[in-house]
C-alpha cells in the first residue's frame, strides 16, 4: 500500500485537481490569503502576475477556457525547509487539443505553512520546447 501523501503533497494536489476540475473555489482555497501581494504566478508564456487578485482572475481566466485537461505529474521533488516548502514537477498535461505529443511543463510552486494548512505564494510554470537529452 502507497505511503499517505503528506500535507505538502496534498496541497500541491488541490492546486491541479482544482485546474483539472475547473473549481474557482478550490483554486481560491490552495492560494495564500495572508499576505495578498506576495503572490506570484507564471503561466507558461505569459508575463508574470503579482498579487491575488491578478493570480485568481488568470486561474479563472484559463479555467473557463479550457474545455478538458488532466494533469500526470513526473519528477516530483519536496523540499521543506521550516514553514516553506518547494515542490518541483513536470507537468505531462492532457487536452482535448492535444494531437500526437502531449505538452510538458516543469513547474515550481513554493508553499507557506499557515495554521489551516499549506498555501501556494508561487506557481511558475515553463514549457519543455522539445525531448531532453541527458549524458
Known amino acids: 500500500m502507497p505511503d499517505a501523501p503528506t500535507p505538502v503533497e496534498a496541497a500541491n494536489a488541490a492546486l491541479y485537481r482544482a485546474f483539472e476540475t475547473g473549481d474557482v473555489d478550490l483554486m481560491e482555497a490552495v492560494w495564500d490569503a495572508e499576505e495578498p501581494q ?3 504566478c507564471v503561466h507558461p508564456g505569459w508575463p508574470m502576475l503579482r498579487g491575488r487578485a491578478g493570480v485568481l482572475r488568470s ?3 484559463v479555467m473557463a477556457n479550457t474545455e478538458y485537461i488532466q494533469f500526470f505529474l513526473t519528477d516530483v521533488q519536496v523540499v521543506v525547509n521550516g514553514d516553506t516548502a518547494v515542490v518541483t514537477c513536470t507537468e505531462n498535461v492532457l487536452t482535448s487539443a492535444d494531437v500526437g505529443d502531449n505538452a510538458a511543463v516543469v513547474a515550481t510552486n513554493v508553499f507557506v ?3 489551516d494548512g499549506w498555501r501556494l505564494v508561487v506557481h511558475h510554470g515553463s514549457p519543455v520546447l522539445g525531448r531532453l537529452v541527458h549524458e
Open 38 to 40: 506576495a503572490l506570484v
Open 59 to 61: 486561474w479563472s481566466a
Open 113 to 115: 505553512r499557515r495554521a
